[in-house]
C-alpha cells in the first residue's frame, strides 16, 4: 500500500499583497507534494486564503467596499498567482466559504459542549480611535496607541474563552515524547521554554458591537469568532469534516508548512484546540525561516517586498523556485539578492546542469548521427558513478522527507558535477578523434545522457517546466516517473536526440547606473602631446602575438586561506594536467560557481607565487570598476583551443 501524505500552507491573510514570503511559502510546499509524488504516494496539497477580522474590516472600509467585496478581489490575487509560480494545489480554501464556516460552528458547539468554553469579563486596554484592545507590547514607550498617539482606555467586556490553560501539561508531554513533532528542532525547544509560563486561556470571541466580520458563535448571537480560531481549523474543515472521506483518508498524515512568525499559534493554540475538539493531532510542523532583504524582515510595512513575478521574469519561473529552495537552509533566515540569484543560477544551472545536458546531447549528436549512442560495455567508472547515483538518490530522499530541501539539491549539484567531471576525464572529444575508441565514445555519451535523464527526473519536482524541456531533449516519454525506475538505462539506444536549445541561458546583466549621470562631454580637440602619449601606451601586433590565449575549463576552485579576494582554481587546458591558476574574484563569485565554467586563459603567464599558492597563468575577466565577471569562452570549444 502506498504511503499518503496531506500537507498545507497557512492560509493568507488577505490584508496585504501576495510577496516572496508566501511565493516561497508555497513554492516549497508544491516542492515537497512533486517529491512524495516521485517517492510513489498519495498526496493532497492545501493552501487559501484567510478573510475575517478586525483588520480585513478596517482595509475593507478605508477602500470603501463591503468586506465581501474587499476579500473577493484579494483572495484572487493570491489564487491567481500560483499557477503562474507553477503551484498545483489540489484546493484552495477561503474561510469565507459556506461549508468553512458551518464545520467552525460545529467545532466551536463541540467544545462548548464539553465545557471548554466559558464567558466572562475580560478587562483590558481599549483604543477608541482603533476600536480594538491593544497588547501591552503594541503599545508605545509612553504607554500610548502607536497610531492616536493617546493612552488606551481600561474597558470591560464580557468574552468567550477557550479553556486552553488545562491543556498545558499535556501539551508539554506531547512535545517532550513526539521530538520530530515540530522541526528544525529549536522551534520545539522555543515552544517547550514558552510553556514554562502559565498558560492563558485563550479569548476567542468578539462582541459584534465592536467587530460583525467574521463567523457567528453558534450558542450566542452577539458574537463572532476570534480570527485564529476561525482560521487554524480550515486544515480540518477542507477535508469535508465531518462526512467527507477525505478526512479520514488524510487527516492523520497531516504536515503544517509555516514561516516562524506564527509558531506561537500553530505550536500552542492549535494542538490545544485539536485536542480539544477530539481531532488527532497533525504529524508534523516544518518551520521555515524568512527571506531577508539588506538585513530587514521583507514586510509590506518596510516598503521592500520583492516582487516575485519581476524575478521570474529574469531568470524564469523555475530559476526563481530553483534559487529558493537551494539558497535558504529551511528553518532559518535567508538573504534574497540580485547577485545571489545570479550566482545560483549561472553557478548551478547554466554551467553546471545546463552545460552537461547541452554538451553531452552535442557530442552525441554529432559523433552518433543525432541519436542516442549504443551503451557499450560499462568500465569502473561507469559502474562506480551509477553506484554513487543509487546512494544519493536515497539520500536525497531522506533529506526531503526531513524537511530539508537545501540539502537534497545540494547534492543533485554535486551529482551533476560529478557527470561533468567524469566527462573531463574521458574527454569525449579527443575519443572522437581515434577511429578505434567508437565503441568507448559511445559509452563514455550514453553514460553522461543517462546520468543526465536520471538528474531531470530529481529535478522535476523543483523545476516542471524546464524538465519538460529536458525530457523532450533526452527523448524520454512524457509519463511520471516514479523513484524506482530511476536505474541505469533510462535513454534508449537509437532515440532521436533533437538539437537543443540551452535551457538556462545565461543572462546578460545591464550595468549599473552611475548615481549622478552628467551630461554627456563634447569631445575636445586634443592636444598633439597627449595624443603621442596616447599612441606610447598602444603595442604593435608582435607584442600582442606574443601571448598566448586558450580556453580552458574549470574542472575546481578554492579560497587561497588568509585572502578575502583571491581564488585557486584547477583548469583544464587540454594539457597532460590541470594548471593552477590564482584569480581575484573572490569577492564576486563562490568557489562552487566556477567549476564547468569555460574560460580564456593567458597561457604563457611566467608562474607566480601569491600567497602560497601557484599561479600558472591568468583567466580573464571584465573589469567596470564596481565587479568583475570572467569572460566565457564558447560552451562547446574544447580546453586548450587558440584564442586570438
Ligand atoms: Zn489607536
Known sequence: ??????????????????????????????????????????????????????????????????????????????????????????????????????????????????????????????????????????????????????????????????????YQEWLIGLLEENKDLVQPARYRNEL?????????????????????????????????????????????????????????????????????????????????????????????LAVHGHWVVQGSKMSKSLGNVVNPLEMKDLIGVDGLRYFLLREMSYGEDANFTEDLVFARYHGELSNNFGNLLNRSISMSRKNFENEVPPRGEPGKQEIELYQMFEQETSQIKAWVEQFEPHRALERIAMMSSAVNKYLDENKPWKLAKEEDQNERLGTVLYTALDASAWLVCLLEPVMPEKMKAARIQLGLGESPMTLEMLKPGLVQTGTQLPL????????????????????????????????????????GIESFQKLDFRTGRILESKKVKGSDKLLVSQVDLGESKPRSIVSGVAEFYRPEDLPGMNVVVVSNLKPVKLRGELSEGMILATDDGNSLKIVEAPGDSKPGTVVR
Not at 142 to 165: A, I, L, T, W
Not at 521 to 531: G, H, I, L, N, T
Open 192 to 284: 517547550l521554554s514558552f510553556l514554562k509560563a502559565p498558560l492563558q486561556d485563550l479569548c476567542i470571541s468578539r462582541p459584534k458591537s465592536r467587530l460583525e466580520w467574521g463567523i457567528d458563535l453558534p450558542f450566542d448571537n452577539d458574537f463572532v469568532t476570534y480570527v485564529w480560531f476561525d482560521a487554524l481549523l480550515n486544515y480540518v474543515t477542507a477535508l469535508g469534516w465531518p462526512e467527507d472521506s477525505r478526512y479520514e483518508q488524510f487527516w492523520k498524515h497531516c504536515h503544517h508548512v509555516i514561516g516562524k512568525d506564527i509558531l506561537k499559534t500553530h505550536g500552542i493554540y492549535w494542538p490545544c484546540m485539536l485536542k480539544a475538539a477530539g481531532f488527532p493531532v497533525f504529524k508534523k
Open 500 to 539: 537543443p536549445e540551452p535551457l538556462f541561458p545565461r543572462i546578460q546583466l545591464k550595468q549599473k547606473e552611475p548615481e549622478k549621470p552628467g551630461p554627456t562631454p563634447k569631445a575636445k580637440p586634443q592636444s598633439e602631446e597627449k595624443q603621442e602619449a596616447e599612441l606610447e601606451n598602444l603595442v
Open 1 to 166: 500500500m502506498s504511503e499518503t501524505f496531506y500537507i498545507t500552507t497557512p492560509i493568507y491573510y488577505v490584508n496585504s499583497h501576495p510577496h516572496i514570503g508566501h511565493a516561497y511559502t508555497t513554492i516549497v510546499t508544491d516542492v515537497f507534494v512533486r517529491y512524495r509524488k516521485l517517492f510513489g504516494e498519495e498526496t493532497y496539497f492545501l493552501t487559501g486564503t484567510d478573510e475575517h477580522g478586525q483588520k480585513i474590516a478596517e482595509s475593507a472600509q478605508a477602500a470603501n467596499l463591503k468586506p465581501q467585496e474587499f476579500v473577493d478581489r484579494m483572495t484572487a490575487e493570491f489564487r491567481d498567482m500560483w499557477p503562474h509560480l507553477h503551484i498545483q494545489q489540489d484546493q484552495f480554501i477561503r474561510t469565507t466559504d459556506a461549508f468553512h464556516k458551518s464545520a467552525v460552528q460545529a467545532v466551536l458547539q463541540k467544545i462548548y459542549d464539553q465545557g471548554e468554553i466559558y464567558l466572562k469579563d475580560y478587562e483590558g486596554l481599549y483604543c477608541v480611535g482603533c476600536e480594538r484592545f491593544l497588547d501591552q507590547e503594541e503599545l508605545t514607550e509612553e504607554g500610548n496607541c502607536p497610531d492616536h498617539q493617546k493612552p488606551p482606555q481600561v474597558r470591560q467586556e464580557k468574552n468567550y474563552f477557550f479553556r486552553m490553560s488545562a
